[in-house]
């Protein structure tokens, strides 16, 4: 049996939301949108809200968030997480500093966010059957 089944949101622990929220909503070229309670939410382009919430130091644990977008927009989200002087890897175990990688035909690039949360940035998925064109 098949159901129809859609992510809607996300709560995405950092050491401040205000400026986890900021920091990924800039380098992906998102908007930061109104707090809702204890969240600051920034919304992807399929509709899903991701809630970045305070949490102490303790709570915190590695998360690792990946975001799909098209080829044609990593030239300008690699610019801008360059802008940042934030360290960005080709790896996931941050031995290959300051490259990207060409994964499945695409390309992909390994950070931390503020919160201490990791960030892949790919142009292509992992698996083939469900890989792109190279624009969208």
Known sequence: MTV???LNHLIIPSRNNRESAEFLATILGL???EPWGPFVPVETRNGVRLDFA???LEDLRLQHYCFLI???DFD???ARLVETGVTFHADPMGKQV???NHNHGGRGV???DPGGNGIEIITQPYEPERRR???W
């Open 31 to 33: 908007d930061v949108g």
């Open 110 to 112: 390994y950070f931390l």
């Open 76 to 78: 300008a989200v690699f």
């Open 133 to 135: 064109p190279t624009t």
């Open 98 to 100: 300051s490259e990207i």
């Open 4 to 6: 129809s089944v859609e």
């Open 54 to 56: 305070s949490v102490p």
């Open 70 to 72: 098209p080829e044609d």
